[in-house]
C-alpha cells in the first residue's frame, strides 16, 4: 500500500520561500511519476507542478511556472517543491500525489494515491 507523507509547510510572509517535501513507501517509487497539487478553502484541488520517474521531465501550472520545482530524489523516495516569492494566493493546503499515467497530463482525477497534505499560509 503506497504511503505518502508531505511536510514543509507553515506560515510565511509574501515574498519569501518554502521548501515542501514527500516522503514514498510501499510502492516502487522510482517507477512513478509524482506531483504536487493545493487545494485553497472553498475551491477545488488543482494540480501545481508534477515530475516523471527518472526526474528529467516537469511540468508547472501556470501560476507558479518560475517560481516552483519540483525535484525529486529515487534514492530516498522523496519528491521536493521548492516554492520561491509566495504570495497570499498561494495559501491552501498542498497535496503530494503518486500517479500511474503520464506526468504531463496528471490531473486529480487520474489514478493515483494522495498524501495527507500541508498547510501552507502565506501572510501579505
Known amino acids: 500500500q503506497v504511503q505518502l507523507v508531505e511536510s514543509g509547510g507553515g506560515l510565511v510572509q509574501a515574498g519569501g520561500s518554502l521548501r515542501l517535501s514527500c516522503a514514498a513507501s510501499?510502492?516502487?517509487?522510482?517507477?512513478?511519476?509524482m506531483g504536487w497539487f493545493r487545494q485553497a478553502p472553498g475551491k477545488e484541488r488543482e494540480f501545481v507542478a508534477s515530475?516523471?520517474?527518472?526526474?528529467?521531465?516537469?511540468y508547472y501550472a501556470s501560476p507558479v511556472r518560475g517560481r516552483f520545482t519540483i525535484s525529486r530524489d529515487n534514492a530516498k523516495n522523496m519528491v521536493y517543491l521548492q516554492m520561491n516569492n509566495l504570495s497570499p494566493e498561494d495559501t491552501a493546503i498542498y497535496y503530494c500525489?503518486?500517479?500511474?499515467?503520464?506526468?504531463?497530463?496528471?490531473?486529480?482525477?487520474?489514478?493515483?494515491?494522495w498524501g495527507q497534505g500541508t498547510q501552507v499560509t502565506v501572510s501579505s
Open positions: 510501499g510502492h516502487a517509487f522510482s517507477s512513478y511519476a
Open positions: 515530475v516523471n520517474a527518472g526526474g528529467g521531465s516537469r
Open positions: 500525489k503518486s500517479d500511474t499515467g503520464d506526468p504531463q497530463w496528471m490531473t486529480s482525477s487520474t489514478p493515483g494515491s
